[in-house]
């Protein structure tokens, strides 16, 4: 058993580092797309590692060993939602359609996330409560289990990631110029895709299913500004929501939507 002291210490590490990763996940997926609306919960890998997760604690028994499991199957879930949504949207030449990546990856999003409460519907009591709270996005790392096997791997991405943000920063021109700069864009496109994939997938393991941190924070064309304005941002309504809302069990991830879905539609009417 944990002391209030340890559990608040653990939860504030895991807003932060969710924070962080969940800017940073927006600015690779605006950077892929160069579409301002991408966001790993529009795009449908929050819900893809959802499913995977709803199916593990439906078939899988209960047991101390959850815990070491739920992170590799929601790995393969947001792997395999990307890699679909990668092979619909490319052209027959093999590059991508930004556009039509987008609208495949709302599309998966609303059927995968519609899919994953009535996978759960029969299981017992605590699974049911586990993913009815991490749809909701109520912050799930407040143990040092789950921190301790999941906070290593995200700061080994951020490392990768970090050390390919050269590569990356090329995709951010037209097409051309990178091709004339000898980038070969589906290497850089994959890789990117696939390391932003891997930390939003480890990420919801610990924060939930919380959507619009990275259309939020990505905008900053810098990875430090990414995320730690993503990291404040998830702290901030981490704070108002157990400061203000004493005795409520509102979920830190309904708070960012309510600060997320007007920006949202604000950017869809300025981008459309």
Known sequence: MYSI???SEIMEISV?????????????????TQDPLADSGTLGINAGAGLLI???????????YMSQILPLVSVIGGLLVSWSIYQLAKRQQGTLDPIKFIITG?????????????????????????????????????NWTSLGLVAPLLLILWGLIYYR??????????????????????????????LTSLLVSLTVIIAGNIVFIGLLAGHRVRI??????????????????????????????IVVSIIGAPYFLYLMKKTI
């Open 224 to 253: 430090p500004l990414a995320m730690l304005l993503g990291a404040l941002i998830l702290l901030i309504a981490d704070t108002l929501t157990r400061t203000f809302l004493i005795g409520n069990t509102l979920p830190t991830g």
């Open 54 to 64: 709803a199916f593990a604690l439906r078939y899988l028994p209960q047991g101390s």
């Open 165 to 194: 943000s050269r590569i990356f920063d090329l995709l951010t021109l037209a097409e051309e110029s990178s091709l004339a700069l000898g980038l070969d864009l589906r290497k850089a496109r994959r890789d990117l895709l696939i």
């Open 5 to 7: 002291k340890e559990v």
């Open 106 to 142: 709302v599309t998966l999003s609303a059927i995968l996330s519609t899919s994953i409460l009535p996978v759960v519907g029969y299981v017992e009591q605590a699974k049911l409560t586990y993913m009815i709270d991490w749809l909701s996005g109520k912050i799930m790392g407040d």
């Open 16 to 32: 932060f580092t969710s924070g962080a990763s969940l800017g940073l996940s927006g600015l690779l997926l605006q950077t892929l």
